[in-house]
């Protein structure tokens, strides 16, 4: 399965909760508990892109696993 890359909006979108998932992979929620309280102390455009890029790359490593499939799923095809 291909993953959109790192600069595609939707990753923009999760990380900067525009557009919310409930995610069935646990990292993720985790992840995404993360860094809401890192985005709430800077917001600026460079770390919203290295969030989107690190949440992207936690898909990557785990694509194998039908629920980060899943997921991947419902952000790019809502």
């Known amino acids: 399965m291909d993953v959109p890359g790192a600069e595609h909006v939707a990753w923009k979108d999760v990380v900067t909760c525009r557009v919310r998932h409930d995610f069935e992979f646990l990292a993720a ?3 995404m ?3 809401i ?3 709430q102390d800077d917001s600026s455009p460079e770390a ?4 989107a890029s690190e949440l992207r ?4 490593k785990n694509i194998q ?3 980060v499939q ?3 799923n419902r952000i ?3």
Do not use: C, S, T, W
């Open 29 to 31: 929620k985790i992840f």
């Open 33 to 35: 508990g993360r860094i």
């Open 37 to 39: 309280l890192q985005l």
């Open 48 to 51: 919203v892109a290295r969030m």
């Open 57 to 60: 790359e936690l898909f990557v």
């Open 65 to 67: 696993l039908p629920l």
């Open 70 to 72: 899943r997921d991947v």
């Open 76 to 78: 790019f095809n809502n």
